[in-house]
Structure formats: structure tokens, C-alpha cells
Nanobody, 127 residues
Framework: QVQLVESGGGLVQAGGSLRLSCAAS????????MGWFRQAPGKEREFVAAITWSGSTTSYTDSVKGRFTISRDNAKNTVYLQMNTLEPEDTAVYYCAADRERYRRLTPKVHADFGSWGQGTQVTVSS
């Protein structure tokens, strides 16, 4: 089992930037793909971005393409989500998640692909 701890959330004005971090511990980090999800009030949790175990492939939901970048530092057991040009619609609790399978060739994108979750960090974008 892996433990995930997110940080970096906060309040920012529209057009601003934030960088979320997710520190992993408890198992070999670089064997597993990682992802970010978000959940806005009254809505279901949705996929935001994912990165393969090697970092060679990334995927994004359409609404964040060109604005968000996922990356990982396997030496630090950390995955990041750089969020630029933030919009009020990005307001949500953001969750880090770790893949259930080792060495998955493609990026996981659905909730069921992920076996471990962080506690979430709040991102609020004011207009």
C-alpha cells in the first residue's frame, strides 16, 4: 500500500497559477503510473491528468489541455501538477492517485485503475 500526501492548494485569482505536489511513500514509486483527479461541490470526481511510470507519456482531460502539466520526479517520489491560467471552473478538491498495476503501458484514466488516494487539497479560483 502506498501513502499519498498532497500539498500546494490554495486561493488564487483567475488567470493565476498553482503547483500541486503529491509525495508518495510505502512502496516503490517509480513502478507505478500516477494521476490527478478533482471533485467540485455537487459533482462527481473527475479525471484531470495522468503520467506513466516512466514519465514518457501523459494524458489530460480536454478542459485542462494546454493549461495544466503533470510531471514526476522519481528520485523524490513526487508527482506534480502545474496549473496555469486558472479559471473559476477549476475550483475543486484535487486528489492524487496511484495506479493499481505496475508498469502499465498506457496512462490510466478511470477511477477503478487507481488503488491508492490522497486526502485531497482544496483549490479555489476567484473571478
Amino acid at each position: 500500500q502506498v501513502q499519498l500526501v498532497e500539498s500546494g492548494g490554495g486561493l488564487v485569482q483567475a488567470g493565476g497559477s498553482l503547483r500541486l505536489s503529491c509525495a508518495a511513500s510505502g512502496r516503490t514509486f517509480n513502478y507505478y503510473a500516477m494521476g490527478w483527479f478533482r471533485q467540485a461541490p455537487g459533482k462527481e470526481r473527475e479525471f484531470v491528468a495522468a503520467i506513466t511510470w516512466s514519465g514518457s507519456t501523459t494524458s489530460y482531460t480536454d478542459s485542462v489541455k494546454g493549461r495544466f502539466t503533470i510531471s514526476r520526479d522519481n528520485a523524490k517520489n513526487t508527482v506534480y501538477l502545474q496549473m496555469n491560467t486558472l479559471e473559476p471552473e477549476d475550483t475543486a478538491v484535487y486528489y492524487c492517485a496511484a495506479d493499481r498495476e505496475r508498469y502499465r503501458r498506457l496512462t490510466p484514466k478511470v477511477h477503478a485503475d487507481f488503488g491508492s488516494w490522497g486526502q485531497g487539497t482544496q483549490v479555489t479560483v476567484s473571478s
